[in-house]
């Protein structure tokens, strides 16, 4: 059986053998692109990540704030994996990935979720079935006419 090349390369990936700035940079891409992100204050957070002794800036709005002191906590986090004991560091490491697995497995079915919007109109209630039965992992055996 022949498998995407892709999907291969996606499930080689594991806690131990993802490096540990690949999850921190992971991690920030999910936190930076939160719906209420603006192009307008990216450059004060990139400035106030840059700069953590910096005093935040005012924001304009709690998720502007709850999204910054996520991002600061992610950043202290990966600083104490850093000068952890071993056992500590691969846990917090175990953490971390599992985290980013999470991020992306969510952002993945809110995706997919979104293709299947509107699919009750277009599709037959034999497709829906289909794929509803396809989602849970299961098929639905052909029915033979008489």
């Known amino acids: 059986s022949h498998s995407h090349p892709f999907r291969e390369s996606k499930a080689a990936m594991t806690a131990s053998s993802t490096p540990p700035l690949h999850v921190l940079r992971g991690i920030l891409r999910h936190i930076g692109s939160t719906p209420s992100h603006s192009a307008a204050s990216a450059p004060a957070k990139a400035a106030a990540a840059a700069s953590p002794l910096s005093a935040p800036t005012p924001k304009t709005s709690g998720q502007d704030l709850s999204e910054l002191t996520l991002r600061e906590h992610v950043l202290a986090q990966y600083r104490a994996h850093q000068s952890a004991p071993p056992h500590r560091a691969a846990a917090m490491k175990r953490m971390a990935y599992d985290y980013l697995k999470l991020r992306d497995d969510l952002k993945e079915r809110g995706r997919l979720h979104e293709l299947d919007g509107g699919a009750e109109v ?11 039965a396809a989602r849970a992992g299961l098929y639905v055996p052909e029915v033979e006419k008489d």
């Open 122 to 132: 277009k599709l037959s209630p034999k497709e829906l079935t289909r794929r509803a």
